[in-house]
């Protein structure tokens, strides 16, 4: 690797930091930019893992210092995500490319139609107090939603790319959380199981740190600027860009 990768790899990196807080896909710049760079995919995979755990650290403590948090919940979903995530990023180690690209772009088209059709609008209204908070969750609907994250660990944990656009339609499908609500939970959930699956690449030693440090940098910078934003801007806005950004991963998949 040259030295002049580094600052390439850091300004993707607040790109794809600011995008996967606010929405998701910021994968899918980091990884072909790492593989363009001369990494082998199941290494640049590996990498992007400690770029996104930098990046979610800093998302979380933006959110919290908006005081939009609940380590509670967050922590609960995280414990069937990560062990979901162990078991993907074994399978993750001898992937199929082609496969994973077609699957995935089927699975994007779905998430956008979630997202344009908002059946999470009504069921969120259903489940309002009076003033317009939202009611706890009961057990069953906890029980759906962490078998739900077990599935969505072993996607995240076999390719972080476009899995942040199944966790929000995922949790303001089920739960009726607004989407800086849901992406508040999204990085914390998120950066939980990525230490597991980085322990998995670590362990097959695919992972390079020097290169990857250098992206966590780019990251967590656009963790920390985009959980500002998201909170500044508000739902409609993250809904704009997450419906901007699905169909550019659509898109760019399909090509």
């Given amino acids: ?14 790109i794809a930091g600011f995008i996967n807080t606010v929405a998701g896909g910021g994968s899918l710049l980091t990884l072909p930019i790492l593989i363009f760079l001369g990494l082998p995919t199941a290494v640049a995979n590996g990498t992007n893992r400690l770029a996104i755990i930098v990046q979610c650290l800093f ?3 933006g959110f919290k210092r908006e005081g939009v948090s609940n380590f509670k919940l967050s922590l609960l979903l995280s414990v069937p995500g990560l062990l979901g995530a162990i078991i993907g990023a ?11 690209k077609r699957v995935l772009a089927i699975v994007m088209l779905l998430v956008l139609g979630l997202i344009l059709w908002n059946p999470a609008k009504r069921w969120r209204d259903n489940r309002q107090n009076g003033d317009g908070s939202l009611i706890s969750l ?14 969505i660990g072993i996607y995240g944990g076999f390719i972080q790319v476009g899995v942040g656009f199944i966790i929000i339609a995922a949790l303001t499908t089920i739960t009726g959380l607004n989407l800086v609500d849901t992406n508040s939970h999204k990085v914390f959930i ?10 998995v690449f670590v362990f097959y030693d695919k992972v390079y740190w020097t290169v990857g440090l250098g992206l966590a940098a780019g990251m967590g910078l656009g963790g920390w600027i985009g959980s500002h934003w998201a909170v500044a801007k508000g739902e409609r806005w993250i809904r704009l860009v997450l419906t901007i950004c699905v169909i550019a991963m659509v898109i760019k998949l399909f090509v």
């Fill in 1 to 14: 690797m040259e030295i002049w990768h580094i600052p390439v790899v850091f300004s993707i990196g607040v």
């Fill in 59 to 61: 998302a979380v403590a």
């Fill in 90 to 100: 074994q399978i993750a180690v001898d992937m199929s490319d082609i496969l994973f």
């Fill in 138 to 151: 009961g057990r069953s609907h906890l029980i759906i939603t962490m078998i739900v994250f077990f599935f």
């Fill in 190 to 199: 998120v950066g939980i199981y990525t230490i597991f699956a980085l322990i």
